[in-house]
């Protein structure tokens, strides 16, 4: 299992060179997702709170963050294969319940709000479009360089 993931790891940079991508924009772009979800564990700054002049801002920051973090993680793990987006769908559910149970028993300015998950679900799911949109037109862009063989 250990020698299944190093050797992930080490193809990963060639998996995205191959599809036309920078690692380190990737890495980077993941790292920027993955801080942007630390704000759910944070508790709540009272008068500041997301969604205080906008009515339904939380949610809206629900999808985006969780649309990117899937996209992000989907287009550093997954450039080509669709294996590891499975993972990451599945880790991104898990996460979007542990927020809100952490919301909910261990932040007392905070509370656990279903709607909450419903947006994270949705942007699960955007990101999962998106990461799909993106691969397959790095499919198209590679077919559109692929030498033609003349016909015997």
Partial sequence: MVAAVIEFVRRLPQEVA????ALPWRVGVLALALLANIGF??????GSAV???LPGADKIVHVAVFALTVW???RLLAPR???PMGWVV???ILHAGLI???QGVALP???ADPADVLADVIGIALGVGLWLVERERARRREANRAPLTPPE
């Fill in 51 to 53: 969604g205080a002049a």
């Fill in 100 to 102: 809100e149970l952490i």
């Fill in 72 to 74: 992000a993680a989907g």
């Fill in 18 to 21: 191959r599809v036309g991508g």
């Fill in 81 to 83: 294969r669709r294996f």
């Fill in 109 to 111: 300015d905070r509370a």
């Fill in 41 to 46: 564990y944070l508790p709540e700054v009272r």
């Fill in 90 to 92: 599945i880790i991104a």
